[in-house]
Structures are given as C-alpha cells and as structure tokens.
C-alpha cells in the first residue's frame, strides 16, 4: 500500500465554512411573484433568505443555483465521508505494517528450519513470529474496547 495521497484538503477549515454559513435546508426554488426568474434560498423560520439574485430560466445559471443549492446537504456528507475513508485507509496502513512484519518473521523461521539452527535462536525466531502474528490479528481485528 503507498503512503496517502496528499488532497491538500483542509477538511476542518471547509467544515467551518459550512457551519457557519446558513443553516438549511436550502432550496433552488420555482420563479417568484409569477416572474420567469428563480431563486437559491435557505428558509428560516418561514423566512425566505435569497443566496443568490434572481436567475433567468433557461440559462446556465439554473444548474449553478440548483449545485449551490444541493451544497447545503452536500458538503456535509462528503465532509464525512472522507473522514471515514481516510480512517478506513489508516487502519489498513496498520494491517499492511503488521502483515509484513509477520511475513518477514516467517521467513526468517523458514530459513533458520532449513539451516538447522540452534535451539536458542530457533526458539527466539518462533516466538518473534508468535508475536507478529499477534499484531497482524489485533490489527485485522481493530482495536480493542477493553
């Protein structure tokens, strides 16, 4: 597994942008006062706060207000989401660590078997890779909530 790819993603800042801005829900709504314009607006408390000035139907400008709009709900999720996958590729840079120490420890076994090594070191070498195969399964298995 290579290291993680740097985003340059400050997920606390861009956190704090959205809680401080309006809260939602936001809408991307039909024209207002029967003109054939639209809005982006949070409602709060039955109040209409326009985001953005009018937007002429028809025009580019419709799927700008609809994103804006949806960003609300958007940036949230993907905020958690990414947070959850860099814990994900965190714990499974430990799984990889602890694997190929285990499978460095068993070749060293493997090698010291064939060569018929002394008790002493054979018995050193087995219990490195005891251990080894303690730490790839505590770190499979995550940690423990003792």
Request: charged share 30%; proline share 5%.
């Amino acid at each position: 597994m290579s290291a993680p790819r740097e985003t340059g993603l400050d997920l606390d800042a861009i956190e704090s942008r959205t809680k401080l801005a309006t809260p939602g829900p936001w809408t991307f709504g039909e024209p207002l006062y029967g003109e054939n314009r639209f809005i982006v607006a949070a409602l709060i408390r039955n109040v209409i706060y326009p985001a953005t000035n009018s937007i002429t139907h028809g025009t580019r400008e419709v799927d700008d207000a609809a994103f804006i709009a949806h960003a609300r709900q958007d940036v949230p999720a993907l905020l958690a989401e990414v947070r959850h996958l860099r814990a994900v590729a965190e714990s499974l840079r430990h799984i990889e660590e602890a694997a190929r120490a285990y499978v460095a420890a068993d070749r060293k076994y493997s090698l010291l078997k064939e060569d018929r090594a002394d008790e002493d070191e054979f018995s050193k070498c087995n219990r490195e890779l005891e251990d080894t195969w303690k730490q790839l399964c505590r770190a499979v298995d995550g940690p423990s909530e003792d």
